[in-house]
């Protein structure tokens, strides 16, 4: 695979667009304005002023109505917008030129000078102007749009042809072959640096909405994982209460045996029982009495073989000297009686 091929349409996207250039030319009265795309288009619209913002914003409101893009201007200044020299450079090596322009920049144009050159035939074509005034340009035009990629002045010897488009063309040059002479070499980067920071924010943005995804979904694990603890420590606290209960209830069973064991169970607590297993539904007893000697039962019945019966079974089971000790018919018939039984 080749690395070289795969990466050359990013490469493309991020290097700044030469297919569309805008270049422009001001001859002190008309701003001349022409656009480079497979084609050759020119337009020349009336100057309000010479300063550069009042051209700036010209070229602009121009651009935005016709619809053209504005990623590649360039400006091509007059004659007196900066210091020019053209000179012969019989026997000097190529590699000082740029350190004998260099020198006389800095003569020219002081200490900060921008500048540039170029070879005409056997002569050097060189420019200069402060360094703060081809910034001015630069913030200028961005400040309305315009990406400013060449600022330069057509050589002496080019001047014969005298139309202002050959000016814009020079220019157009200059941005599409990203040759010399160009005040803005320095600057002249290939990259498109706007489109470069727009990505790298558009890759942040991208990173912090997949941190944050992620941060989401942790938290949505940790609820969840919190909400079933919850849910076990909610059954570990039914757990423990059940088993508390089930622990009181055992103790109580073992306070229960522990009393019962200490009871003494006599001989009456049996007759009680047996009295419950005889009982008849025709007698209903009123009162029981019994100690260590004797028992004694008083009752009411609708009948007196019923009462008879009864008497049977209390000394069959309960006492065998269990005797009738009374009994009485009530004005309403009910028969109310009393059962004595010595014990031994």
């Known amino acids: 695979m080749n690395v070289g091929k795969f990466f050359e349409p990013v490469k493309k996207f991020f290097r700044e667009d030469a297919g569309e250039i805008i270049s422009a030319y001001f001859d002190g009265e008309k701003i001349f304005i022409a656009r480079l795309t497979k084609k050759f288009e020119t337009i020349e619209v009336d100057a309000d002023s010479s300063e550069i913002e009042q ?3 010209k070229i602009s409101l121009v651009c935005k109505q016709r619809g053209w893009k504005t990623s590649s201007v360039g400006f091509c200044l007059r004659q007196e917008d900066a210091v020019t020299f053209q000179t012969e450079i019989n026997n000097v090596p190529e590699e000082q030129i740029p350190a004998l322009v260099k020198s006389w920049a800095l003569a020219q144009a002081g200490a900060n000078p921008a500048f540039s050159f170029t070879k005409v035939g056997e002569e050097l074509w060189m420019e200069t102007m402060p360094k703060t005034t081809a910034n001015e340009y630069l913030t200028t035009f961005k400040k309305f749009g315009l990406n400013l990629r060449g600022l330069s002045i057509m050589p002496d010897d080019l001047l014969a042809k005298r139309h202002p488009y ?14 010399s002479p160009n005040l803005l070499t320095t600057s002249n980067s290939l990259w498109n640096w706007q489109k470069i920071s727009y990505a790298a924010a558009a890759i942040f943005l991208c990173l912090l909405i997949i941190g944050s995804i992620k941060l989401f979904l942790d938290y949505d694990e940790a609820t969840d994982k919190l909400d079933a603890a919850k849910v076990s ?8 209460a059940l088993k508390k209960d089930i622990d009181d209830t055992v103790a109580e069973l073992h306070k229960i045996n522990k009393l019962a064991a200490q009871v003494d169970i006599n001989e009456n607590f049996n007759r009680l029982l047996n009295l419950g297993k005889i009982a008849d539904k025709n007698i209903r007893l009123t009162k029981i009495r019994a100690d260590e000697n004797s ?15 009864y008497l049977g079974r209390v000394r069959s089971t309960v006492a065998k000297s269990a005797r009738l000790e009374s009994s009485s018919e009530r004005d309403d018939g009910k028969i109310v009686f009393v059962i004595r039984a010595a014990l031994e």
């Open 295 to 309: 028992l004694e039962l008083e009752g009411i019945t609708d009948e007196s073989d019923a009462l008879k019966n």
């Open 233 to 240: 420590v909610e059954n570990l606290n039914a757990d423990i």
């Open 166 to 179: 050959d000016r814009t063309e020079f220019i157009t040059e200059i941005i599409r072959n990203k040759s």
């Open 55 to 57: 051209l700036a914003e």
